[in-house]
């Protein structure tokens, strides 16, 4: 799966030097849904909808400090091989 990183230079361009911040709210919006799921709650679209949004911080974080997919594509597949 090849990602381009470039689009994503319009994330970093919206939110500035407080995209790292928003990132890491997404990120805890995404905790937040998965918790309340596995409480009961019936909110799969919330967890679909804040892994979109987990995703695109993730490829904008990899645009704003120049990392290649290739780099995060090693590194997840070093992960995999060790740990699955
Ligand atoms: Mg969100």
Avoid at 36 to 52: C, H, L, P, S, V
Avoid at 56 to 75: F, Q
Wanted: hydrophobic share 45%; charged share 30%.
């Amino acid at each position: 799966m090849a990602i381009d990183f470039k689009p994503y230079a319009a994330v970093n361009n919206h939110w500035g030097d407080k995209m790292p911040l928003m990132a890491c709210e997404e990120m805890a919006e995404l905790i937040q849904a998965i918790s309340k799921f596995e409480r009961g709650k019936d909110n799969k679209q919330d967890i679909i909808t804040e892994m979109a949004d987990v995703w695109i911080s993730c490829c904008a974080l990899a645009n704003r400090y120049d990392i290649s997919e290739a780099e995060v594509g090693e590194a997840i597949w070093k992960k995999m091989d060790r740990r699955y």
